[in-house]
């Protein structure tokens, strides 16, 4: 009777075993699919934020070509600006006198806003009224 008694004991102490071995091996399990699921979403992050970097670095390459343009369009701005520094200002005003009678101006508004002779002035009118 001992022997059975031991054997029930036994049995029931290894059923006990196999249950509580089953039910971690489920919790596992699920722990492994939270884990996949929570690395899947990782990696999705992962492969946005590198496309953000890759599209912030493309950016960043066009940027500098534009600046590179821009340079290469200013940098010769100095020179043209000490060039019409150094221009005779008595052809800046006979060239906005031409522009001047070609919108109607008369011979003494022409001396009156370019600082021109009379005879310069009529001379203007006669040249650029054609």
Not at 21 to 35: K, P
Not at 72 to 94: G, M, N
Not at 98 to 124: D, F, I, N, P, Y
């Amino acid at each position: 009777m001992i022997l059975e008694v031991a054997v029930i004991v036994l049995f029931l102490f290894w059923a006990g075993t196999l249950a509580m071995f089953l039910a971690y091996v489920r919790a596992q399990r699920q722990i492994a699919a939270q884990q996949a699921v929570g690395d899947a979403l990782r990696d999705q992050r992962i492969k946005d934020l590198a496309k953000r970097v890759d599209d912030y670095q493309n950016g960043n390459v066009r940027m500098g070509e534009d600046l590179h343009e821009l340079r290469a369009v200013v940098s010769p701005l100095p020179d043209k600006l000490a060039q019409l520094e150094q221009r005779d200002p008595s052809s800046l005003s006979f060239a906005q006198a031409a522009r001047l009678v070609g919108m109607g101006a008369s011979v003494s508004e022409l001396t009156q806003s370019c600082g021109l002779t009379q005879a310069e002035a009529e001379l203007m009118s006669k040249l650029h009224k054609n």
